[in-house]
């Protein structure tokens, strides 16, 4: 009677048997095909885990040109042992990106190049790391084991390259030249060669050490910040409670919202709240960013230089000095931005994790951590929300299930102006876009007009984009654009629940720049200091306008 094959070893023998069929049935230049697409597989099937959407495709195809070394015939045992090991280390360092990602996902929600997982790594030793290895050694447990088959599968295949020439057939050559064009394209298009794994990880430990050596020039700048607001001496000239909020939104043109007379209804919620607030809500017509990308335009609009002097002042800075309560909620993942202003906050909250214009993070994450600050019995706050806005990418910045503007007039009006198809339907995207954020302002607005217990405060919200956006409007070209007034449009709405009496729509005419903006959040905060100069705020009776000097063809005027 014949022993019983355990169950665990007839399955492995059964493997076995098929891969040495599947590599012994077919010719030599076969068997190297089949090794090249199980290892594309193993490849996509890892970054499947760690990456989403296109880019799973996309970093598996950075791989191909290591996968078609196998394809050289090298007949030396030493020689194809090198390339064996080539082939499999440039797989693995593949592998284990997609293997990190997947557990920075699983466990916090981060992309590897987040602030918050480069911050974490900066400030971080040796000690540390030991510590949370030792942490996580369950997590790691199951994860090793899967990636060790898989690193021994893969040197099994890396090992089948060829070592006799033989003649590839028409259908291997087209396909060939095909794969070679492909992957010739997946290295000349920077974004897209900026993901390979040897690539990326050598500039994340770049970034690493970048942040390492910021922190002590930030912590510098930010030390000068709070000490020149403290020589400024400022004071809060308004009694009772005040909560004033800042929405600092990203790439909106004032031109693609309804409320300022576009023919698609982009903002009916804000137009609603037009319609019920009255002179309160004041939505300014003529105003302007004075920088086209976000982070001079942030820097811009939070630091101001008094008149007639040379030393800096950072609004946050002089608020919490004057004795505000201040918060940073924040859906961007910018490393220069957290350090420079968010730093400066007495609270800081930052909801995203995925830095770049792929982040899918959208701006109703904020709307938690906003209620809460509102909750908050401080009598003085100043709260600053910076939304993702209408960011490129613009089909990530509203819900997939929310429906996407069509083709209408709009389009015809484009057609008419010879824009092509693709700037069209990046137009629909981006007045998609503005819808949503539409929703989530109209939501920040509702939650600070309408709390219970609040009738002795004084609350105001101050709407601003960084910088506008060319989408179709005087170019043929989407994105960021210093050269044209787009880049430059933007909106700017106040609501106030009491005084300054200034603020009304008799000031709609008047013209905004948001490089003043910090002046006018002052007098919305009733603060006084040393240098203080009414002549830049927007609602002061002193406000005197100059304009700004911006690389655009036309005068300001003419638009």
């Known amino acids: 009677m014949s022993a019983k094959i355990p169950q665990e070893k007839l399955k492995f023998h059964l493997i076995k048997r098929a891969f040495n069929l599947l590599i012994q049935g077919t010719s030599d230049s076969s068997k190297i095909w089949v090794s090249i697409t199980f290892l594309l597989v193993m490849q996509i099937m890892f970054a499947s885990l760690g990456y989403e959407g296109r880019k799973i495709l996309q970093v598996s195809i950075l791989l191909v040109p290591a996968l078609l070394l196998l394809l050289i015939p090298v007949k030396d045992s030493k020689n194809n042992l090198i390339r064996s090991l080539l082939v499999w280390a440039v797989v693995i360092t593949f592998l284990l990106d997609s293997a990190i990602r997947a557990h920075l996902i699983s466990l916090y929600g981060a992309a590897p190049d987040s602030t918050m997982v480069i ?66 394209v997946s290295y000349l298009s920077k974004p897209w060669r900026k993901i390979n794994p040897v690539i990326f990880w050598s500039n994340f430990s770049k970034s690493v050490m970048v942040t390492k050596n910021s922190w002590k020039f930030y912590e510098k700048e930010r030390l000068a910040s709070l000490n020149s607001a403290k020589d400024e001496r400022p004071s809060i000239q308004r009694d009772g409670k005040s909560t004033i909020v800042l929405v600092i939104t990203e790439s909106i043109n004032r031109d693609n919202m309804s409320i300022y007379g576009y023919k698609r209804n982009t903002t009916p919620m804000l137009e609603s709240l037009q319609k019920n607030l009255g002179d309160r809500f004041l939505v300014v017509q003529n105003s302007w960013s004075t920088e086209a990308t976000t982070i001079p335009a942030i820097d811009s609009m939070l630091n101001f230089s008094p008149v007639d002097s040379d030393k800096k002042l950072n609004i946050i800075a002089l608020a919490k000095t004057a004795g505000y309560k201040t918060w940073w909620i924040s859906n961007h993942d910018d490393i220069a931005i957290n350090q420079k202003h968010a730093s400066m906050a007495d609270v800081v909250y930052m909801e995203n994790n995925k830095p770049g214009r792929s982040s899918n993070s959208l701006d109703e994450v904020l709307l938690p951590s906003y ?3 509102l909750q908050d019995p401080y009598p003085q706050k100043l709260i600053v929300l910076h939304m993702l806005g ?56 509702e939650k600070l007009r309408k709390p219970v217990n609040t009738a002795d405060e004084y609350r105001s919200i101050l709407y601003v984009s960084d910088h506008g956006q060319e989408v179709g409007h005087q170019t043929n070209k989407v994105g960021h654009s210093p050269g044209t007034a787009s880049g430059y449009k933007i909106p700017a709405i106040i609501w106030t629940s009491g005084t300054p009496d200034s603020v009304s729509r008799k000031l709609s005419e008047r013209p905004f720049r948001a490089d003043w903006l910090a002046w006018t959040m002052a007098d919305l905060m009733a603060m006084k200091w040393n240098s203080y100069d009414s002549s830049r705020s927007f609602i002061s009776p002193d406000y005197i306008w100059v304009n700004p000097n911006l690389p655009i063809p036309d005068s300001i005027e003419s638009y």
């Open 119 to 184: 911050s974490a790594i900066a400030n971080t030793n040796n000690a540390e790391i030991g510590s949370y290895l030792a942490t996580h050694i369950r997590d790691f447990g199951a994860s090793t084991v899967i990636f060790t088959i898989a690193a021994g599968v893969a040197f099994w295949f890396s090992r089948k390259g060829a070592r006799e020439k033989s003649k590839l057939s028409k259908i291997e050559i087209i396909a060939l030249s095909i794969i070679i064009l492909i992957s010739a």
């Open 371 to 373: 209620e809460s600050a």
């Open 390 to 445: 209408a960011h490129p990418h613009y089909r990530l910045r509203f819900p997939e299930d929310q429906a996407k503007f069509p083709d209408d007039e709009i389009s015809k009006k484009m057609s008419a102006a010879d824009r092509s198809m693709w700037v069209q339907d990046f137009r629909n995207d981006y007045d998609s876009a503005i819808l949503y954020q539409d929703s989530v302002v109209s939501s920040v607005f």
